[in-house]
C-alpha cells in the first residue's frame, strides 16, 4: 500500500475516533479543562500520532496527516451546516439553566453543572442572585451566557477562562 494512503486512512479514523469520543463526553467537558484534561490532552495527542503516521517520521509524512485533518474537519463544517439533521447529531443543542429566576435542576443535574459552578458565572456577569437572571444558557460551545434586566434586557456572556477556544461571541 502506498504510505501516504496508510496515512490518509490512519489520520482519518483517528479524527473520526476523537470526533465520537468528543461527543459521548460532552461539551461542558470542552469549557472547563482543569491539569488533568490538559494532560489528557497531551497523552491522547502523542497516543495518536503514531496511530495516524505509522512509522513514517517524514516531514511529507507529517503534513499528509495534517492536510487530512484540515479536510475531514471543513468537510463536517460544511456537511453540518448542509444537512440539519447531521448538524443536530454532531452538536448539541443549549440548554437553559435558569429561566426567569427558576433554576432547571433537572438540566443542571444531567449537565452536572454544580451550584458553585452556576454562582461563578453569575458572578463573572456581575449578578449575585438568581432572581436578577431572565435566561442563562449553557451553550453550544460550553459556556454560560445569561440575560438579565426587566424592560431593556442586558446580556452579558460568561467566557470559562478555563475554554481552550478563542470563538468570537455576538453581544459580549
Not at 501516504?4 to 475516533?17: E, M, N
Not at 458565572?121 to 442572585?129: V, Y
Amino acid at each position: 500500500m502506498n504510505p501516504y494512503l496508510d496515512i490518509v486512512i490512519r489520520s482519518a479514523a483517528v479524527y473520526l475516533f476523537m470526533v465520537i469520543a468528543l461527543r459521548v463526553f460532552g461539551k461542558k467537558e470542552l469549557s472547563q479543562l482543569n491539569t488533568a484534561d490538559v494532560i489528557l490532552i497531551l497523552l491522547i495527542s502523542n497516543s495518536v500520532q503514531n496511530a495516524m503516521v505509522g512509522n513514517n517520521t517524514t516531514l511529507w509524512g507529517g503534513l499528509a496527516a495534517a492536510t487530512v485533518l484540515f479536510a475531514i474537519n471543513f468537510i463536517l463544517k460544511k456537511l453540518m451546516f448542509k444537512y440539519k439533521t447531521f448538524g443536530d447529531f454532531m452538536l448539541e443543542k443549549p440548554e437553559i439553566l435558569i429561566h426567569n429566576g427558576n433554576l432547571d435542576f433537572n438540566a443542571l443535574s444531567k449537565l452536572s453543572i454544580t451550584n458553585d459552578e452556576l454562582k461563578e458565572a453569575m458572578r463573572e456577569h456581575g449578578i449575585e442572585h438568581f432572581a436578577d437572571v431572565k435566561l442563562a444558557m449553557l451553550e453550544i460551545d460550553g459556556n454560560i451566557s445569561i440575560i438579565t434586566g426587566d424592560k431593556n434586557l442586558k446580556q452579558t456572556h460568561y467566557k470559562r477562562r478555563k475554554n481552550h477556544k478563542n470563538l468570537i461571541q455576538g453581544n459580549s
